[in-house]
């Protein structure tokens, strides 16, 4: 099930809407929650939100929109008129309908946006088998287990799980990862490598390999020789 979550649906008109969205897409279970709703809870307990604008209140839909957007929530917004009303519906993760509407209009765009939502998180992400690192949150995890990792550590495991197989010389990952900010010429990446090998490589799987007397590439697992 896909849980939506309602705010400002406190009249008929609101509770037909969802009666229609509900109807056309029985996997959503579409759930009233308090407009006042932190973001936080929003992330944890929604995978899409819509919003009644009339419903919301003297502050206006602006707050709920907004905060479910800053939670990566995506969420459509019901508008009673013609305006925005301090909506920033240029934000990827915000569609706006303007009443009246359909509910198959309401679908489409949530639909819409909580696509565009899961193509950018699939983006965010690089994966080769149990190893995942998530660029938005710079974090790498190995079997579920998050790895400690120093800044430059992190940026080598990215560059060359962004480019699997390809073989990279010591001169090129200077040039690519540290730039001009580093110290102690191609041995520096000889360090972090050994680094990086003590924290992810195991027993079933050696992630980073030395090509002798060019450099190293990054090797996915189940890929054959």
């Known amino acids: 099930m ?38 936080e809870e ?23 929109v907004h905060a479910a957007a800053d939670a990566g929530v995506p969420v459509v917004v019901v508008m009673p008129t013609v305006s925005l009303n301090g909506v920033a519906a240029d934000r990827a993760e915000i569609e706006v309908c303007f009443l009246p509407c359909t509910p198959e209009e309401v679908l489409l765009r949530l ?21 995942v690192i998530d660029s938005d949150r710079y ?11 120093t800044y430059k550590e992190y940026e080598l495991l990215k560059y060359l799980a962004s480019n699997p197989e390809r073989v990279f010389s010591r001169e090129a990952l200077l040039r690519s990862v540290w730039e001009y900010d ?35 590439r990054f090797r996915s697992p189940g890929t054959g020789d």
């Open 42 to 64: 929003l992330a944890s307990d929604a995978n899409g939100v819509i919003v009644w604008a009339a419903g919301t209140g003297l502050g206006g839909p602006s707050g709920p």
């Open 182 to 216: 580093y110290f102690g010429g191609t041995r520096t990446v000889d360090v972090h490598i050994r680094r990086l090998r003590s924290k992810i490589d195991d027993v079933t799987h050696h992630f980073i390999e030395t090509q002798w007397n060019v450099g190293y």
């Open 111 to 131: 639909n819409t946006v909580i696509s565009q939502s899961v193509e950018t998180e699939s983006i965010s992400l690089i994966v080769h088998g149990h190893l």
């Open 2 to 39: 896909t849980t939506i979550a309602l705010l400002g649906f406190t009249d008929s008109d609101s509770d037909r809407l969802a009666a229609g969205v509900g109807a056309l897409d029985s996997s959503l279970e579409l759930t009233k929650l308090s407009n006042d709703i932190s973001k």
């Open 139 to 149: 974090e790498v995890t190995l079997r579920g287990r998050k790895v400690d990792l």
